[in-house]
């Protein structure tokens, strides 16, 4: 049987699990960055673990010279409230529709998402720690200047991989430094890596998150 999308809070593209199948698979939700769409991180999944049913989605907002964003930056670290706001409350609802109306296992998903895609992440994750297994957070920050009210001391459980280059030009490494020094005060399964790449995935990054992934999903999910 032919999946398709589902009708949802946000337009994205399907990618089952090529693995033999169960009747629940492990899912991982990628959230490009700004000025892409949902074809951008798909062509991660030749080097991601088989067992995963991917959804990718795209962001709401059209981005003036092409693509998408998640909201309108008005500094580094300040996004537009009211479309981050927006956002966070579509991709909420989304990642609940995901667990629902697909084959998925709801007590194995995962989010990795890139630069605008990873505060997002990270967003939705520090705020709603149990919906999730795992997050990659590659090259982005933990968006302190929001509304969100991060559930610090409820963190025991969530896996957390935070990568940054050291050279990255749009969102500096002292963010992801940051990201670091807030998340190694809680109880989080949390590991971080710094890279020699600006703001980008390097073959190295992609090795290691990918390798972190394949160790998540051999985990029962009672143990995570």
């Known amino acids: 049987m032919v999946l398709e999308p589902i009708k949802t809070t946000l337009v994205h593209k399907i990618l089952p699990s090529s693995a033999p199948q169960a009747e629940q698979q ?5 959230l490009h960055g700004r000025g892409t769409d949902e074809d951008d991180l ?8 088989p067992r995963f049913f991917i959804v990718s989605a795209r962001a709401p907002f059209p981005f003036p010279n092409g693509g998408f964003a998640w909201y309108q930056i008005l500094e580094v670290g300040t996004p537009d409230p009211q479309q ?5 409350r579509r991709l909420s609802q989304f990642v609940e529709d995901v667990k629902v109306k697909y084959p998925v296992d709801p007590g194995s998903v995962f989010l990795l998402g890139f630069s605008m895609g990873s505060i997002m992440s990270l967003a939705l994750s520090l705020t709603k720690p149990g919906a999730f297994k795992g997050v990659i957070a590659h090259s982005g920050y933990i968006p302190e200047n ?3 009210r991060f559930r610090w001391q409820e963190l025991a459980g969530l896996g957390l991989f935070v990568a940054h280059g050291t050279e990255d030009p749009v969102i500096p ?3 992801g430094r940051r990201a670091r020094e807030l998340l190694s ?16 995935i390097s073959e190295e990054s992609l090795s290691d998150f990918s390798a972190w992934l394949r160790k998540k999903l051999d985990v029962p999910g009672d143990m995570k």
Not at 26 to 30: D, E, F, G, R
């Open 84 to 88: 981050f706001d927006e956002s966070y």
């Open 146 to 148: 929001t509304s969100l």
């Open 42 to 49: 798909l062509g991660l999944a030749g080097y991601l673990d």
């Open 185 to 200: 005060k809680t109880r989080a399964d949390f590991v971080y890596r710094e890279y020699p790449i600006g703001h980008t």
């Open 173 to 175: 490494i002292e963010f």
């Open 26 to 30: 492990p899912a991982l939700i990628l």
